[in-house]
């Protein structure tokens, strides 16, 4: 279960039925944060984990741009043209 406790699990179990009693399992599961991560799933989770941290110092940078932009009326940088490249 790792850092979830039991009664997390509990909770996600029965969402789960819930969803499967509606018909509603196969088409919205995948929109839910599931408790144990798919094998076949490993690669593509490793590449998305690895783009989030590498996100981090970027995300940082720009956030301290906006605030002196703000405070200190410099310039945005080309960077905030950008879109989710």
């Not at 490993?42 to 703000?70: F, K, M």
């Amino acid at each position: 279960v790792g850092d979830y406790g039991e009664g997390v699990l509990a909770v996600q179990e029965r969402l789960n039925a819930l969803l499967r009693k509606a018909g509603l399992y196969e088409v919205h599961k995948g929109q839910m944060n599931q408790m144990v991560d798919n094998l076949a799933c490993a690669e593509s989770n490793a590449g998305l984990a690895e783009r989030l941290y590498a996100a981090v110092p970027v995300a940082v940078e720009l956030i301290d741009e906006i605030n002196r932009a703000v405070f200190e009326k410099k310039p945005l940088s080309v960077r905030f043209e950008r879109n989710f490249e």
